[in-house]
């Protein structure tokens, strides 16, 4: 071996023990226990080419199991399996793969041809026990292609149609008539193959003890990918840490299914977004915003267009022009809304929504927009209201030439609900005005 290489070797190992990590609470891109794909779009017409991409990584030398969760854009969990990654893997999907084909990626904790094992990567993780030896994967990896029945149950399920025989003929998704599938994606780090749901009963137990682990090694990116429009952005995936610190007088992420028991930090309340409409981003910009309902949602009558407490609505939404100019449209602090004027632009747990569209009206071509997204839900699991977790990802284009993506600032967290802010900017309404007003 070269000294080049032995040197390498020795950054590599030491890495394995001191892992970056970040303060709890404020969400940014170092190895973590939970990973989240905000947002996935994919158009099942064979003629659109719209998908999106994702990786997981395994930061570590020791090896790591994810447990992989599809739910739809009302938070119904259709579809779960697990992916085998040896010391500083990587595992790419193409969710287009996925919804056309049944495809999914190929990992095995015992072959490794399928999954091979570098020089750098440990056998075993002393932990967790993860490796070789996980007979819970045994009759799991490597993943088969998806029968047709489970790959006819996630076309619908993601479309807003019936799922006839998973879900007995109800809906789980919100059906947006374009015959795209929505939905978002968490993966989480665990101690064994497991198809437990992570609101079912065992997945979390504290201190790591059940389905879920606390070990933050996880990491991940993702692209949004247009053949048709010519056009592609690129983001890291939202990296969720574990504390053993945290617990249920904290908003966890999974805090609706866990009573807090799976010691994730929570998300953001408050962001500011930037918005261009013009120039050389004519494409103008769109908003992905996922969404926490505080609430356990089941497949539901195909009747409604979505159950309580959908839409959900925001505490309150400033929008800005680029010299200083406010406009406040008027929102709700509850979710559902009562009926009437107005703006309600994130509804679901998972949206793409366009700035100046027909759901987000604004009067400026250019400026930003601040969102204080926390509010009250009827009959929420979430004993801190009105605090809501979001996410926020900025997606500029200019019609099919480029485009460019990236995370909204974070102004607020929930995880600590006695510290967390919740922010009303003053309104010009006469009663009566703030200063600066005129």
Same mark, same amino acid.
């Given at each position: 071996m070269t000294r080049l290489a032995t040197i390498a070797g020795l950054l590599l190992l030491g890495l394995s023990a001191q892992i970056a990590s970040a303060e709890i609470g404020t969400i940014d891109a170092v190895p973590a226990a939970t990973l989240l794909v905000p947002y996935f779009e994919i158009n099942l017409d064979p003629t659109d080419w719209t998908a999106t991409l994702f990786s997981i990584n395994n930061a570590a030398a020791e090896p790591a199991i994810a447990h992989v969760t599809l739910w739809t854009d009302l938070s119904v969990p259709t579809l779960d399996f697990n992916v085998f990654l040896t010391g500083y893997d990587v595992v790419t999907f193409n969710l287009r793969d996925l919804f056309t084909t049944g495809r999914l990626p190929q990992t095995s904790h015992v072959n490794t041809t399928i999954s091979p094992r570098g020089i750098y990567s440990n056998t075993t993780n002393p932990v967790t026990g993860v490796g070789p030896g996980s007979t819970s994967c045994n009759d799991q990896l490597p993943l088969p292609a998806l029968p047709a029945l489970l790959l006819d149950h996630i076309r619908a399920a993601h479309t807003g149609q019936a799922s006839p025989v998973i879900f007995g003929g109800l809906c789980s998704g919100v059906d947006?008539?374009?015959?795209?599938?929505?939905?978002? &994606?968490?993966?989480?780090?665990?101690?064994?193959?497991?198809?437990?749901?992570?609101?079912?009963?065992?997945?979390?137990?504290?201190?790591?003890?059940?389905?879920?682990? *606390?070990?933050?090694?996880?990491? !991940?990116?993702?692209?949004?990918?247009?053949?048709? $429009?010519? %056009?592609?952005?690129?983001?890291?995936? /939202?990296?969720?840490?574990?504390?053993?610190?945290?617990?249920?007088?904290?908003?966890?992420?999974?805090?609706?299914?866990?009573?807090?028991?799976?010691?994730?930090?929570?998300?953001?309340?408050?962001?500011?977004?930037?918005?261009? *409409?013009?120039?050389? #981003?004519?494409?103008?910009?769109?908003? +992905?915003?996922?969404?926490?309902?505080?609430? %356990? &949602?089941?497949?539901? %009558?195909?009747?409604?267009?979505?159950?309580?407490?959908?839409?959900?609505?925001? =505490?309150?939404?400033? /929008?800005?022009?680029?010299?200083?100019?406010? $406009?406040? @449209?008027?929102?709700?602090?509850?979710?559902?809304?009562?009926? !009437?004027?107005?703006?309600?632009?994130?509804?679901?747990?998972?949206?793409?929504?366009?700035?100046?569209?027909? =759901?987000?009206? /604004? %009067? #400026?071509?250019?400026?930003?927009?601040?969102?204080?997204?926390?509010?009250?839900?009827?009959?929420?699991?979430?004993?801190?209201?009105?605090?809501?977790? *979001?996410?926020?990802?900025?997606?500029?284009?200019?019609?099919?030439?480029?485009? +460019?993506?990236?995370?909204? &600032?974070?102004?607020?967290?929930?995880?600590? @609900?006695?510290?967390?802010?919740?922010?009303?900017?003053?309104?010009?309404?006469?009663?009566?005005?703030?200063p600066g007003c005129s």
């Open positions: 947006h008539g374009d015959n795209v599938a929505r939905g978002y &994606i968490t993966i989480d780090n665990v101690n064994f193959c497991s198809l437990q749901f992570p609101g079912e009963t065992g997945y979390w137990i504290s201190g790591g003890l059940g389905v879920g682990n *606390n070990q933050n090694v996880l990491w !991940g990116d993702m692209f949004y990918v247009n053949e048709t $429009e010519n %056009s592609a952005q690129g983001m890291t995936l /939202v990296h969720v840490e574990a504390s053993d610190d945290l617990g249920p007088a904290d908003y966890t992420f999974y805090r609706r299914y866990s009573g807090g028991s799976d010691q994730r930090e929570g998300l953001g309340n408050l962001f500011a977004a930037r918005f261009l *409409n013009g120039g050389a #981003f004519d494409g103008g910009t769109d908003l +992905v915003v996922w969404r926490d309902s505080k609430r %356990s &949602i089941s497949p539901f %009558s195909c009747a409604l267009e979505a159950p309580n407490p959908f839409p959900l609505s925001a =505490n309150q939404i400033v /929008v800005f022009d680029e010299a200083e100019n406010p $406009e406040v @449209p008027p929102t709700s602090p509850f979710s559902p809304p009562i009926p !009437g004027d107005l703006l309600i632009p994130f509804p679901w747990e998972a949206n793409l929504t366009h700035v100046g569209g027909e =759901n987000f009206p /604004v %009067s #400026f071509n250019f400026g930003w927009v601040y969102l204080n997204l926390d509010n009250n839900v009827a009959g929420s699991q979430v004993p801190f209201e009105p605090l809501l977790q *979001n996410w926020v990802q900025v997606i500029h284009s200019a019609n099919g030439r480029f485009s +460019v993506g990236y995370d909204g &600032i974070q102004l607020g967290n929930v995880t600590d @609900p006695a510290t967390a802010p919740d922010t009303l900017l003053p309104v010009c309404d006469g009663a009566p005005d703030p």
